[in-house]
């Protein structure tokens, strides 16, 4: 019986999880994320990014509605759909109504499918999905939701980027495809064949592979492909480690052509790519910190690099999404309004930091912005990533990029309050 | 042609450094009878220091001090730790090292962060040896094949050849009798795990720059080791090594082909489905080999383990 | 839910003994019927969701573990099968509106379980010991790598999703609301627990015990210890199964993260920390571990670290487990001088505790200053601010260690007479 006792002073603890005082003159932001475990860094620099942008571009300036300030209140969802749950849970018990998010879209459609059912059976208690990460291309076709936004450019926008890249130059005539093997890889497999076929029917794509996530070793092998195949560009999503190996492995192996990538920059990988990667990993992306595109953008990211000289910022989109909810709820006036603040951000045009402007589609609530093709390089760059000498470089811009890309989303819509 | 020689050399890479580990678990495991899975954590914590010492010392002085390093710590927790559980049964000793895995990818972590550590090649070795083809092979990979070579010469030497060696092997067989020959059995026993975790240690060294130094790398290394010595015959130094070479040329051939399984049921007959998306077999359809290599090695084990539960070398039923 | 040891209550057949062997049940019947009275949070009732989840399935690992003296690497698969399984059940109810209530989808989850247990444990169960572990092992990282492979039925890395309101209304109940589904995990927590309870009294239950301890002496007295296994081995399949199947009705999805190596080195861990030795030891383990992981994780990003430690610990001065500790006192009980105990406890315990909070103090601080912006100086510890870059708080945390430490060693001996 001595069990039963630890039952409920366990649910003492818990219930104090639930109570935390839900009238604040803070307007909070739950931001839901690995904290601990492998992924614990992408989670820590992403809170620090949100962090910042919240003191930075809303507290220092007097807050939203007179006064009221942004607080950020992390949550580690240990990068488990079912932690992810429960901290929502707790997000909302708490009387939170917005929700950042970003690392691994399966954990994203998770929280949509939550969100969406929360929001139908609790009217009283909804919560905004801010996503700043998750690039799952369902995420804002078969799979949307009313409440999910999404600042992040998604693997269809991005790679529709890289095939205008390499179709601009015309002695490329042969690509390999390299990615792990899940959701995420397989989006950028199509959108890249797709893209490729449209824009130049001649070239060939020599190889396309599909790795086990994590789970490969030793990547010489698809190296030696790489070089074997005679490719002239690659085109790989991979992250993390599983970055490293391909592109390490098919500069050992010989390779000398560009490296189109999506994430491989910071968080190690820039130091340790180091000389062998110069000019050859591109990185594509929204918004560039070099060269900085206005004195604002330099002094914000001098700030932050003061601030936190071990992160980088890495998701420069977080400063949109920070200023664009902050206008939404001041034209709204109410933060409680769920409803009122997603209508307001529908639509929405900005002028970002980073330059150009961001719009927020209504039919699927993807932002539409500026795409850069970033390089790795020691030359001319501002802000160096990893504490090296390394950073990107934007080399090419696409402004507003696939602004009238089709979507198949229908989602519900809950009455124009 | 060429294809075929560079996996050649690449799993013999592969392969050796997977015996690297091997070698010391077998011995361990020939020794105590347990299956050490904190091994490929000292496996990492070389690469670890490795990295730690190159950056004021050098790559060579990483090579040279941080394997006997883990060897100390290694042989530390035999003594303090594993020693004590012992008394306790086998499982609690299994357990016991599974939770000394997790808890040294916790420190390593609470020390080194999460990130990718620049840990480099040095620069000597930093060029491509000679190519096959197109394809370049680094002169660093060819050094890692022959010191690891050499490791396997030495201790095959000192295990066959040298008054020590043979104590050792009494010992494994016969401890009682060895102890009352007068020799410290638990002092040898500590010894054979010091070395055993060295040598998983160098194999860290080696491998942190080529295949990444991440607090990971033990997790992704880990379980392999064990499928090797499974396979090869628990506490077979011969075994390992065969069973390394196997499973190293095999995910590398996997990696390297591009072998569809459409083909396979095309063979038996079948013909691909109308509408894809709509068939349950839509996801054998599109499988191809290398998205299943890194499990080849488990489904090899299972089948070794059912049809000759004690390896391919194993003498005694585990 | 019990306080029977394994051992006793053999033989009971006086009245007396029945109400004495039934009365845990009726407290921890009357306990979880209560709880949802006392905690009304969302939050913290999804946390008791987990914890009931955690126990059922900490139990049926017991059954192989501590019952059968089989160590399995590879649990998880079937409770992610069988939760897998559900939720193809669910959806199917939603497609075709099936007048079933949610109640009995546990069963389905159970015997799809139970039908790959069959399958595997026939050839697995063959030999124990190391051939045992080691092919669960590879079955543990076949499945998981087919759960990213075969998206048909594993749904890749974003899992599988349904929605559990669909099923035929239960006297007007449709599983809307937390507290609703709270009763639900209960009765079947209840129920599978006393089952559990029940097998491991009857012949096959008594007999893996035998199988466990002396396998060849088992095989003379003419029961086969092959099958002895086999039986055991389905028997944990199904409650893992019925396990699953109760993830899926509580958070509605299933992802590859339920099945998983991770998930499965985690039963064992909380099976362990419990105490193999009794039947209520996986409970105490399921209870302590799901409060650690919920609450810890919310206070610290070294979560993970201080609970590899506790294990490690447990392991090196506790094999027995919580649960061991625990009945070590049943003597001492018996005879009615546990009031001797109290002095050497308050000795050695308090000490050690403070010893070891003063280590945890250390790491935090150490943690703080090398990954807290620059310029943020204060923290938080144990409700207490201060500023983490002077040299006081230091030399506190490092003397309150060591000195807990010393007197705890000090006073060590004391209590083991």
């Known amino acids: 019986m001595r069990n039963t006792i630890g039952l409920a002073v366990s649910a003492v603890l818990a219930l104090s999880l639930g109570t935390t005082a839900a009238f604040a003159e803070t307007i909070k932001i739950a931001y839901i994320e690995p904290l601990s475990g492998p992924f614990a860094t992408n989670g820590n620099t992403g809170l620090a990014e949100w962090q910042y942008a919240a003191e930075r571009l809303v507290n220092e300036k007097g807050g939203v509605l007179d006064g009221m300030k942004f607080e950020i209140v992390p949550f580690d969802n240990k990068l488990d759909s079912k932690e992810a749950l429960i901290a929502l849970q707790v997000a909302i018990d708490q009387g939170i109504h917005y929700f950042a998010h970003g690392l691994s879209s399966g954990i994203g459609h998770a929280l949509t499918a939550a969100v969406t059912k929360n929001n139908a059976r609790n009217p009283e208690n909804r919560i905004l999905y801010l996503n700043y990460s998750a690039e799952d291309p369902a995420l804002v076709n078969d799979a949307c939701s009313f409440w999910h936004f999404r600042w992040d450019a998604d693997v269809d926008i991005r790679l529709d980027a890289i095939t205008d890249a390499i179709a601009q130059q015309q002695d490329i005539k042969k690509v390999f495809l390299i990615n792990q093997d899940y959701s995420f890889g397989k989006a950028i497999v199509a959108a890249a064949e797709r893209g490729l076929a449209a824009k130049r029917p001649d070239i060939e794509i020599v190889g396309n592979e599909l790795h086990p996530i994590g789970k490969v070793k030793d990547f010489t092998p698809y190296g030696r492909k790489i070089v074997a195949s005679g490719a002239q560009a690659v085109i790989t999503g991979n992250w993390g480690p599983d970055m490293i190996g391909v592109g390490k492995s098919a500069i050992d192996a010989g390779y000398d052509g560009p490296i189109y990538t999506i994430s491989a920059a910071s968080l190690g990988i820039t130091r340790t790519f180091g000389a062998a990667g110069k000019d050859k990993i591109h990185v594509v992306s929204e918004g560039h910190l070099n060269p900085p595109a206005s004195e604002r953008a330099k002094e914000y990211t001098a700030g932050f690099e003061a ?51 961001v719009y927020i589609r209504p039919d699927n609530h993807q932002a539409i912005q500026d795409i850069h093709d970033q390089v790795h390089t020691d030359e001319g760059i501002t802000f160096p990533l990893d504490n090296s000498e390394y950073g990107t470089i934007s080399r090419n811009v696409i402004k507003m990029a696939s602004m009238d890309a089709p979507t198949t989303c229908k989602m519900e819509r809950p009455e124009r309050p | 042609m060429d294809l075929v020689a560079i996996n050649l050399i690449d799993g013999l890479f592969y392969g050796l450094l997977l015996f690297m580990l091997s070698a010391g678990l077998t011995l361990i495991f020939s020794m105590m009878g347990i299956l050490n899975f904190a091994h490929a954590s000292f496996y990492m914590l070389g690469a670890y220091f490795a990295y730690q010492i190159s950056l004021y010392l050098g790559f060579w002085a990483g090579l040279l001090i941080a394997p006997p390093l883990v060897g100390v710590l290694g042989a530390l927790i035999e003594r303090y730790g594993l020693r004590r559980v012992h008394q306790f049964g086998h499982v609690p000793e299994l357990v016991f090292t599974f939770g000394l895995a997790w808890l040294i990818e916790e420190v390593v972590k609470f020390i080194w962060g999460n990130n990718m550590m620049a840990y480099q090649e040095p620069e000597i070795l930093k060029f491509a040896l000679f190519h096959i083809g197109s394809n370049s092979i680094q002169a660093y990979k060819v050094f890692m094949i022959f ?136 996801d054998l359809w599109t499988l191809s080999l290398p998205q299943i290599g890194p499990i080849l090695p488990y489904i090899f084990m299972i089948l070794i383990l059912v049809l000759r539960p004690y390896g391919l070398f194993g003498k005694r039923d585990a | ?48 969701n987990q914890m009931m989840i955690t126990i059922i399935f900490a139990l049926s690992y017991n059954m192989l573990l501590g019952q059968g003296g089989m160590l399995s690497f590879g649990h998880a698969v079937y409770m992610g099968v069988g939760g897998f399984f559900c939720m193809h059940v669910m959806n199917l109810v939603e497609a075709n509106e099936l007048p079933i209530w949610l109640h009995v989808l546990p069963i389905f989850g159970g015997l799809f379980s139970l039908g790959l247990a069959t399958i595997v444990g026939s050839f697995s169960t063959r030999k124990a010991g190391t051939v045992f572990a080691m092919i669960s092992l ?50 079947w927590t209840i129920v599978s627990a006393l089952l559990m309870y029940l097998f491991s009294r009857t012949p096959v239950g ?30 944990a399949g199904f409650f893992a199964g019925i396990a699953g199947a109760l993830v899926a009705i509580n958070f509605e999805i299933l992802t590859e993260t339920d099945l998983n190596l ?36 919310l206070q610290t990003e070294l979560w993970q670290l201080y609970v590899g430690a506790l294990f490690v610990a447990t392991v090196m001065f506790f094999p027995g487990g919580l649960a061991g500790l625990l009945m070590m006192h049943q003597p001492a009980m018996r005879l009615g001088n546990l009031g001797l105990l109290v002095v050497p406890y308050v000795n050695t315990l308090i000490p050690a505790a403070i010893g070891a909070l003063g280590l945890a103090g250390l790491m935090e601080m150490l943690f703080h200053v090398r990954h807290a912006a620059v310029g943020d100086i204060e923290m938080r510890l144990f409700w207490i601010t201060f500023d983490s870059h002077t040299i006081l708080p230091w030399v506190i945390a490092i003397a309150t260690m060591i000195t807990g430490f010393w007197l705890a060693y000090r006073n060590a001996p004391k209590l083991r007479e």
């Open chain 3, 1 to 48: 839910m019990t306080g029977i040891p394994d051992s006793s209550s053999a033989v009971s057949p006086a009245n007396g003994n029945a109400l004495r062997s039934s009365l845990p049940w009726i407290v921890a019947v009357v306990v979880l019927l209560v709880l949802p009275q006392v905690f009304q949070a969302n939050s913290a009732i999804t946390i008791l």
């Open chain 3, 206 to 235: 008594r007999m893996a015990n035998a199988v466990r301890d002396n396998p060849e002496r088992a095989e003379f007295l003419g029961y086969s210890a092959r099958w002895v296994r086999y039986f055991s081995f389905c028997g």
């Open chain 1, 307 to 357: 601030k936190y000289p071990d992160y980088d910022i890495i998701q420069p989109r977080i400063a949109n999404a920070v200023e664009m909810l902050a206008r939404a709820i001041e034209e709204v006036g109410s933060a409680e309004d769920v409803v009122s603040v997603a209508y307001k951000l529908e639509g929405m045009e900005h002028d970002s930091i980073w330059g150009g402007k």
């Open chain 2, 147 to 282: 010191t690891s070579m050499a490791i396997f010469i030495g201790l095959l030497f000192i295990l066959t050849r040298t008054r020590i060696g043979l104590i050792i092997q009494a010992a494994l067989s016969y401890p009682k009798t060895v102890e009352a020959l007068g020799h410290n059995v638990p002092l040898i026993f500590m010894g054979v795990f010091g070395v055993g975790t060295a040598l998983a240690g160098v194999a860290g060294v080696l491998a942190g720059p080529s295949l990444g130094t991440f607090p990971g790398m033990a997790v992704v290394l880990g379980s392999i080791v064990f499928v090797t010595i499974v396979i090869g015959g628990l506490g077979s130094l011969w075994g390992a090594l065969i069973a390394s070479l196997l499973i190293g040329w095999m995910t590398t051939a996997a990696a390297s082909s591009s072998f569809q399984f459409a083909t396979l049921l095309e063979f038996f007959g079948m013909t691909p489905p109308a509408d894809l998306d709509e068939s349950y077999l839509r």
């Open chain 3, 262 to 297: 991770g998930k499965s080195g985690m039963i064992l861990l909380i099976t362990f920390l419990g105490g193999t030795g009794f039947f209520f030891g996986p409970i105490i383990g399921a209870i302590v571990f799901t409060l650690l992981q919920s609450v810890l994780s």
């Open chain 3, 138 to 187: 590879g079955i543990g990282e076949l499945v998981a790598a087919c759960s990213l492979i075969i998206i048909v039925f594993f749904g890749g890395e974003e899992g599988i999703s349904g929605d559990r309101t669909y099923f035929k209304p239960f006297f007007g109940v449709k599983f809307l609301q937390q507290n609703e589904v709270y009763y639900l995990i209960a009765f």
